[in-house]
Structure formats: C-alpha cells, structure tokens
C-alpha cells in the first residue's frame, strides 16, 4: 500500500524557476524523506526531515513538514536544467520506507 | 565503498522460465529492501530483511515470488515462473541503523517478460 501521495504528478518550469512539489500522507510518521530518481537509475536521497521539525534546508532544497495537516512540501529554487528527474516521497509507516508515486520535474533551457 | 550492486541490469526472459536477481547491499549496513517499480502502480516493496532475516514480505504478490539473504553480503530475488505482468524495474536498497533512515538504492535491474 502506498503512504505517501505526490502532487502535481507533473511539472514543467523554465530555468530559474522555482519547483514545488507537495506530498500527503495518511498514518503519523517519524520522519519524511525525499527523493530523486533520474530516468533509468536508481533513487538519491535528498533529505531527511523528522515528525518533530517543521522546515529544513539544503543548498536550493527547502523541505516543510505539517503534521497536523500530513504533509510536506519539497522547493527546488532556482532551478536548473539538471534538476530534471522524478522526486518522491517516503515514509515509514512504522517500519520499511514506503513511497509515493513521484512528480516528474521538467526544467527547460 | 561501491555502493548497493544490482546484477544483472537488464533481463529478458520467456514466460514460464525462471529469473533470479542479485543485489549486494552496502557493507556493514542492517536492512535490505526489495523493491518493484512499474508506471501504473509507483514504487512497491516486496520484502525487507533485517540482519538477513525476512522482516516483512507482505508485499511478495504471490507464491511464484522467493526471496533469500544467505549472509550479510547477498540476496536473491527469484521469480518461478515468471508471466509478463512480472515485467518491471527491480530496485534492492540497503539501510544502517533502523529502518527508516536514508536509503540507498542500487541502480535495478529491468526485467522484461516475453
């Protein structure tokens, strides 16, 4: 059963742009991470952000947490070229990291 | 280290026949996750291990399904025998520490059913 649900499933931006993508979840967690996936790899961790935290940092990346709400929201500012891939969500559900099915990021020249 | 070892990348079998993927976790990490990937259904677990021992295999789909942790250094994924709607990309991943810490992914493995 999937846990996390990401939104938009799609989107497109010019360089520069800023990217913001927003997961909801459905069970209390200990923490939410985020991923990248880039077409035909495997998934990168991004960062972390834990049940306690409301926001985090790092570099271009901003992470929000609601827990009140069960979501959180993953902003890629200024935005390259090379951001494009697949992101997704995850969490623990208790135990094993279960993940969303992804927004996939278009970042255009 | 080489990070978590996927062999091999690409599969293409018959339906019917039998298909075994590998994964060699990252050294000295705790958990093992198996993982399937397809477009309609998103990112699936399958099963975890936990000091090679089967934690959770509630997301194995059916009998035709196996999977193995001989040591803390290998583990299998088995499909017998396999049908086309088996066809997707197979992701192992390994975590140190507790399990819903940063995970780290091999590169997969594309297995298509013909």
């Known amino acids: 059963s999937q846990q996390g649900e990401e939104d938009p499933q799609a989107l497109s931006i010019q360089e520069g742009e800023n990217a913001t993508m927003n997961c909801s979840y459905k069970t209390s967690i200990n923490n939410l991470q985020w991923y990248r996936q880039n077409s035909g790899r495997g998934l990168v961790h991004l960062i972390l952000i834990r049940s306690n935290e409301r926001e985090k940092h790092s570099g271009r990346l901003r992470v929000t947490l609601d827990t009140s709400k069960k979501s959180s929201s993953l902003l890629i500012t200024a935005s390259r070229a090379a951001d494009t891939a697949s992101y997704f969500c995850?969490?623990?559900?208790?135990?094993?990291?279960?993940f969303g099915k992804g927004t996939t990021l278009s970042v255009s020249s | 280290d080489a990070g978590v070892i996927q062999s091999p990348r690409h599969e293409v079998t018959e339906m019917g026949q039998e298909v075994t993927l590998r994964c060699k976790p990252i050294s000295g990490h705790d958990y093992l996750f198996w993982y399937r990937q397809t477009m309609m259904r998103g990112l699936e677990l399958l099963i975890y291990?936990?000091?090679?021992?089967?934690?959770?295999d509630s997301g194995m789909p059916e009998d035709r399904f196996s999977a193995k942790m001989p040591n803390a250094s290998f583990s299998t994924l088995k499909i017998q025998p396999s049908e086309p709607r088996d066809s997707a990309v197979y992701f192992c991943?390994?975590?140190?520490?507790?399990?819903?810490?940063?995970?780290?992914f091999g590169q997969g493995t594309r297995l298509t059913v013909v």
């Open positions: 995850a969490t623990d559900g208790g135990t094993a990291l279960i």
């Open positions: 291990f936990n000091n090679n021992v089967p934690i959770d």
């Open positions: 991943a390994s975590i140190s520490g507790t399990a819903n810490t940063e995970a780290f």
